[in-house]
């Protein structure tokens, strides 16, 4: 089932929000609606998929916003989107309410949405290739048949020079110490900006701090260089969202050999977070 947010309308105005992709928002209709309203219509752009959920029946909501439903308490609106936007605020969804015997809308309540395509990938299937939203990598399964990315705990030390061992530090030295390291790909899709308000976050779970090790590719085109961002001290990164089509490429190292304490197993999330506003 789809991860889903609510959001909530406001009646006689437009909100603005973001859908990120393979998610859902859900929205109360009933809880918008004006005193006198006993039926409502939904018009919407075809980017957007529009669900109306009521008594458990769930009914595609065609774009053409020709049919009308009742209003009975709980109907919600379900809606996703499949497609990344080009601009801010380039999709909307309309509710129009009516009384009992009403030919216009007594009231409406909309929503100006942003679709945003964002997907972390690694080597799920461990074939050497990172592919973008691999269905396999948000689980892990011994053997050769396995799916799940493997890291390599980097405690050889590549450079001679230094006295801790390549996990215990916080830099790389060399491209030998990025063969211990997993690539892993931050991979987006939208506008040339995010609309105000919104960040994307990198973190890992406080469990994790001391088992793993996040470096990001800094100037990648051009004097290549290595930031650590996650691990030890390092709970979360904001990510720095660039517009269109775009990668940013991160390798991430082991720190700690599984334990009767430590099953070996790490995770790393990324989320689009939207500020708090009063």
């Given amino acids: 089932m789809l991860q889903a947010r609510t959001l909530r309308l406001h009646q006689g105005s437009r909100i603005e929000a973001v859908c990120v992709l393979g998610t859902q928002l859900c929205t109360d209709v009933y809880g918008a609606a004006p005193a006198d309203a006993v039926s409502f219509s939904v018009k919407h752009t075809d980017g957007v998929r529009v669900e109306v959920v009521t008594n458990d029946q769930t009914e595609e909501i065609p774009a053409n916003g020709a049919k009308r439903w009742p209003l009975d308490k709980g109907t919600t609106l379900r809606l996703s989107m499949s497609k990344a936007s080009t601009e801010v605020n380039d999709n909307k969804v309309n509710v129009n309410y009516y009384s009992e015997n009403g ?10 949405l942003t679709g945003i395509g964002i997907s972390l990938d690694v080597d799920a299937d461990r074939d050497g290739v990172v592919e973008k939203n691999n269905p396999r990598k948000a689980t892990w399964t011994w053997g050769p048949d396995g799916q799940g990315a493997i890291l390599l ?126």
């Avoid at 800094?218 to 660039?242: A, C, D, E």
């Fill in 103 to 112: 030919e216009h809308p007594v009231d409406h309540a909309g929503i100006f």
């Fill in 153 to 278: 705990v980097n405690c050889d030390k590549d450079n001679p020079l230094i006295s801790m061992l390549d996990c215990e530090d916080e830099k790389v030295f060399s491209k030998e110490d990025l063969l211990d390291m997993a690539r892993m790909v931050l991979r987006t899709e939208g506008p040339q900006r995010l609309p105000p308000g919104y960040e994307m976050v990198l973190y890992i779970p406080i469990s994790d701090s001391d088992k793993v090790g996040v470096f990001y590719v800094q100037n990648p085109f051009f004097g290549r260089r290595y930031i650590h961002v996650l691990g030890r001290r390092k709970l979360y990164h904001s990510v720095k969202y660039t517009g269109g089509s775009a990668e940013l490429e991160f390798f991430v190292e082991g720190l700690r050999f599984p334990d009767d304490s430590f099953n070996g197993l790490v995770s790393i999330s990324v989320s689009l977070l939207e500020s708090l506003t009063e």
